[in-house]
């Protein structure tokens, strides 16, 4: 599949450049990512001529370079480089400008204009679980800082824990509940969500075990960013019963979205809506 998406990619920046718009998804790692399947998936039902690829892209310092490179008209952002998206862009609007994250550049006549799609994604995937008044995110990277922040502008109490306490201080502004392994006592939530990339390349918890089993006692249900694998912390979440999601709605809200924005808003988000969530059933583009 990989392997089909390059040669497509290949053929059309020697082929069709000055037809053919070229994105791409830049991470390390980014062998996992459904973002190519979804956007071409729509790029073909939906008639618009465009190919999507994968960079990995070990250095975040070079996306700028790597993107004008490639002559990409578009980009999705995956870990590690969130934060590095942000400083690549020459504009950054919107939520991005607020969180400090971008995952969605466009590039608008030359200027790389940065926007994050994640936090309205997984609002979008959340919605099933009814009314959530207090949320416990695990993690505190880019991912962490979107969705803490849109929780708040839902009045949601939120508690971060994470594993190290330098990438706390964000959330300390923002006046979140803060803790690190060490510090941290469970009391109830109605959702815990894993922003961590523990469980998406190993088999790791995100935080020791004894605590993951006390926090998963003490909620109502069960959200991982990570998608297309049972993590060791949804796994734990199944076996005791607890009702949860990977990241898969999340990843297509925040698809959605962002395919909005690489067609500049030509194609209706209902049409992109149906053909993504058909691509989630597909292996292969004919
Ligand atoms: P970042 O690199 O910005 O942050 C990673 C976070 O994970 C940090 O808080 C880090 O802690 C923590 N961490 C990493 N490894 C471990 C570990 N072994 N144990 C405990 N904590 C750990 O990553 P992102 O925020 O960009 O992405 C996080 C995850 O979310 C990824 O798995 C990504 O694939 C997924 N994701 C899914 C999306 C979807 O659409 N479904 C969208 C966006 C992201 P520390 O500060 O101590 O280093």
């Not at 310092?61 to 490179?69: A, G, H, P, S, V």
């Not at 980009?75 to 939520?95: Q, Y």
């Not at 523990?198 to 993951?212: Q, W």
């Not at 109502?220 to 709605?249: C, N, W």
Request: charged residues 25%; positive net charge.
């Amino acid at each position: 599949m990989y392997q089909t998406y390059e040669k497509k990619f290949q053929a059309s920046k020697t082929k069709n450049i000055f037809m053919k718009k070229l994105f791409a998804i830049f991470g390390d790692p980014v062998e996992h990512s459904k973002s190519p399947l979804m956007h071409n998936y729509v790029f073909k039902k939906l008639h618009y001529d465009a190919c999507y690829t994968r960079v990995h892209l070990k250095d975040g310092t070079k996306l700028r370079d790597t993107f004008f490179n490639l002559k990409l008209s578009g980009a999705n952002i995956t870990v590690p480089h969130k934060e590095a998206a942000f400083k690549a862009c020459d504009e950054v609007r919107g939520f991005a400008l607020k969180v400090g994250v971008v995952n969605t550049i466009v590039n608008e006549n030359g200027k790389l204009i940065g926007y994050n799609t994640d936090a309205d994604g997984f609002m979008f995937a959340i919605k099933d679980f009814g009314d959530i008044k207090n949320i416990l995110v695990i993690g505190a990277g880019g991912t962490s800082k979107a969705l803490v922040s849109r929780f708040l502008q839902e009045d949601i109490k939120v508690t971060v824990l994470n594993r190290s306490e330098n990438r706390l201080s964000y959330f300390k502004t923002l006046k979140c509940t803060c803790h690190t392994w060490d510090s941290f006592k469970t009391t109830k939530y109605d959702l815990v969500v894993n922003t961590t990339s523990a469980g998406l390349k190993d088999e790791e918890l995100p935080a020791p075990k004894n605590l993951i089993e006390n926090i998963l006692n003490n909620t109502s249900f069960v959200a991982d960013a990570i998608y297309g694998k049972l993590t060791p912390f949804l796994k734990l979440a199944q076996d005791k019963k607890i009702t949860f999601k990977d990241g898969a709605d999340m990843l297509l809200g925040q698809g959605i979205l962002a395919n909005e924005l690489f067609v500049n808003h030509k194609l209706k988000q209902e049409d992109i809506k149906i053909q993504m969530q058909k691509s989630f059933n597909t292996t292969i583009i004919s």
